[in-house]
């Protein structure tokens, strides 16, 4: 019946849509620029071409206020005010108007989830895109709300300022419904890593864990000797406690669940046919991390984890290590830190492993960009997708990178090259999204402080569960036309 009442909408939408633009005489007019005036200002093989769409706004609708520290930031801003992401942001909304003519406009709302499902039941036309959490983009698209990234005719994904690893995860067979790609930065902001106390390490004679991480030999082991070297009784009374005492690793419990990732694990992965496929229980996942956690987790002299606690710890000299995502690393408490710190990714289980892991924190964190199903123009949607996520690449994103930490927050060449080396090795998955699915991401979580936890007894708890809830998820795909 909702999907009926859906296309009725749509429908009714599109004649409207049509009378419109055929009885006003403000309608706006495409000018392609003649072959000889077409730029070709990218190295792609696939040449972009730049289309003169005489000042049309390009209408996003972002998230509010009530998102917290995730309100959206990087899709418009009114000023420069000195502040480098805020001013790359002006600066990428003024090319894309000055080239293509697109101007970007956005509107804030809070619940987008609820708004964009009254828009569409509506049959409202106003927004070309929308730019919210994977959580909302996900409860979106299994109702059908949201348009196949896959079928804008004017939308190419293989370009590289599209993350193909999202890409490629969020998938269903072809159905892709929302997607990341250099327009944003709060995707980035979700990346997990870790920060390392230089001044703790200088004074312990710890060696900088960079190289390391450069030529591939940053692995549990290696990290685990150098947090072992930094563990000290500082009170003497023979009880490691948070505060009083000096730790290897500080953390939070997120990071029991980002840490099964390390590795190169996945819950869900991607099955030949192109659809997700439940991956958990393999016998090379749990000894990986079975691994990290004898190592690291059950160990209570050398890691804790305890949100807030952590941090100040780390901030005081208290712990070598931190695990932390990006956005935190950006926060003023980084800013006001007296030490010197520098960004390591996470180790890998071991130097056979090929890339490092880091996972995107996408569920309620991190922003994906999706398309509401009244979106008025395919067309004019997924050219101006493309326009504006390939001129972010050397304008936010290289800010982001290369003067969003560095001076400001960052103190060190080899951290910025720390933070490339992490965007280049993100995977998404399914479990920080559809948390509901046997509960796993909350279990992996909680393992912070139940580390008895047998990884093949949880499996056989909860596999028939995942497995249903999957396939309910994937028939529900594939009956969306």
């Known amino acids: 019946m909702k999907k009926t009442l859906i296309t009725a909408v749509l429908l009714l939408t599109s004649m409207l849509l049509f009378m419109s633009a055929c009885s006003s005489e403000s309608a706006v007019t495409i000018e392609t620029l003649p072959a000889a005036q077409t730029e070709t200002e990218t190295e792609d093989a696939d040449v972009f071409p730049v289309i003169n ?119 269903f067979g072809d159905r892709l419904f929302f997607g990341v790609s250099d327009f944003l930065i709060s995707d980035k902001d979700g990346s997990w890593v870790y920060v390392f106390n230089k001044r703790l390490a200088d004074d312990l004679g710890i060696e900088y864990p960079y190289q390391m991480a450069k030529d591939g030999s940053w692995t549990y082991d290696q990290m685990h000797r150098l947090a072992s070297a930094a563990v000290a009784d500082l009170d003497g009374d023979g009880v490691m406690k948070p505060g009083k005492d000096r730790y290897g690793i500080a953390t939070e419990e997120y990071d029991t669940y980002a840490a099964f990732f390390y590795s190169g694990a996945r819950i869900f992965g991607i099955g030949d046919d192109g659809y997700p496929e439940y991956t958990f229980a393999s016998e090379r996942n749990f000894t990986a991390y ?73 569920g309620t964190s991190g922003s994906v960009i999706c398309v509401p199903l009244t979106a008025p123009d395919p067309d004019f949607t997924g050219y101006a997708l493309d326009a504006v996520s390939g001129e972010s690449t050397g304008t936010l994103l290289d800010t982001y990178i290369n003067k969003g930490f560095n001076g400001k927050y960052l103190r060190d060449e080899e951290s910025c090259e720390m933070l490339r080396l992490c965007l280049e090795s993100r995977v998404y998955d399914l479990s920080i999204i559809y948390t509901k699915w046997g509960g796993l991401f909350t279990k992996l979580y909680g393992l912070t402080h139940n580390t008895k936890i047998d990884l093949a007894s949880l499996n056989a708890s909860v596999e028939d569960s995942v497995r249903q809830s999957l396939q309910e998820m994937i028939d529900m795909y594939k009956d969306i036309d």
């Open 290 to 362: 079975n691994k990290y956690l004898e190592l690291f987790v059950k160990d209570s002299s050398l890691y804790f984890a305890k949100y807030k606690t952590e941090r100040e710890a780390f901030a005081n000299g208290q712990a070598l290590f931190k695990g932390y995502t990006l956005l935190g690393v950006r926060g003023e408490e980084f800013r006001a830190m007296e030490d010197d710190f520098g960004i390591i990714v996470a180790p890998k289980y071991d130097e056979g492993q090929k890339n490092y892991g880091h996972i995107v924190s996408i």
């Open 53 to 171: 769409w005489g000042g049309r706004a390009f209408n996003i609708i972002s998230r509010g206020s009530d998102y917290g520290a995730w309100e959206s930031f990087d899709v418009f801003t009114e000023n420069q005010t000195g502040e480098p992401i805020n001013d790359a942001v002006w600066e990428r909304n003024n090319i894309i108007f000055d080239r293509y003519g697109i101007e970007i406009k956005e509107t804030k709302r809070d619940k987008l989830a609820d708004t964009i499902k009254s828009l569409v039941m509506a049959g409202d036309a106003e927004f070309d895109a929308a730019v919210t959490s994977g959580a909302d983009a996900s409860a979106l698209s299994s109702e059908n709300y949201l348009v196949n990234l896959r079928s804008l005719p004017d939308l190419d994904l293989s370009h590289e300022w599209w993350d193909q690893n999202a890409a490629r995860d969020f998938s």
